[in-house]
């Protein structure tokens, strides 16, 4: 079964421009999530998808960060224009059924250099 | 004062030796616990998953959990290198969606 996979795997751009990143969840995961790593932080949940649908973005910062799941499968993540403390890695996972949340798996994550 | 404490290590340990991990917590609607592993440049991958109090073993690892203190832990038995990785613990109550993460300990077993 092929993992979670997420592009690019580093992105160095300057503060102020606009950089997206790409999901695809491992297929038949109707539930994906992006999360935002700061170094030497644990993960925070920036928004959840049940197929195509938001169950939560109470933690996505709404005036920069964007996400879409297109027809249920893969996802986008952006940000227009980033700030310095964005700088991160962005992990993705998806779970197969929403009530078993434990059992999510992760990609790589996309590591985001803002300068 | 966050809602999850966990001491940054690293950690550094011999093979073969019994180790550690522990996590505080502040929120006592926390009911269900998880420690995930995370390698270097790699996502965190789940180790063990435990619902309210007790303990629960997989293999050369335990999960202990006491609510009235509000503290979870990990051991591994017989540490090896390949254990070398970050330590992530999360919870999660029922009337929140979201996991909540612990900012992790760095293990290093020595060969």
């Known amino acids: 079964e092929a993992g979670v996979a997420q592009s690019p795997r580093y992105k160095i751009i300057e503060k102020r421009q606009s950089v997206a990143f790409w999901c695809n969840p491992i297929?038949?995961?109707?539930?994906l999530y992006w999360y935002q790593q700061i170094l030497g932080q644990g993960p925070k949940l920036l928004i959840q998808?049940?197929?195509?649908?938001?169950?939560?973005d109470s933690q996505l910062p709404k005036d920069r960060f964007s996400a879409e799941r297109l027809k249920g499968v893969d996802s986008t993540l952006k940000i227009q224009p980033a700030k310095l403390e964005d700088s991160a890695v962005y992990l993705c996972?998806?779970?197969?059924?929403?009530?078993?949340?434990?059992?999510?798996?992760f990609g790589p994550g996309t590591r985001l250099t803002v300068t | 004062q966050k809602e999850v404490e966990q001491d940054p290590g690293p950690l550094s340990v011999p093979e073969g030796a019994i180790v550690s991990l522990n996590c505080t917590y502040s929120?006592?609607?926390?009911?269900?616990f998880m420690w995930y592993r995370q390698y270097s440049r790699k996502g965190p991958e789940l180790l063990m998953y435990?619902?309210?109090?007790g303990n629960k073993e997989d293999g050369r690892f335990t999960a202990q959990v006491d609510k009235s203190s509000k503290y979870i832990s990990l051991f591994i038995r017989d540490s090896q290198p390949s254990d070398s990785a970050t330590y992530l613990c999360?919870?999660?109550?029922?009337?929140?969606?979201?996991?909540?993460f612990g900012s992790g300990t760095r293990l290093q077993v020595q060969p």
């Open positions: 996972a998806s779970s197969a059924v929403a009530g078993r949340f434990y059992e999510q798996y």
């Open positions: 297929s038949g995961h109707a539930t």
């Open positions: 998808f049940q197929n195509n649908g938001v169950v939560d």
């Open positions: 929120n006592s609607a926390f009911q269900y």
């Open positions: 435990t619902y309210s109090s």
């Open positions: 999360a919870m999660k109550n029922t009337g929140r969606r979201a996991l909540t």
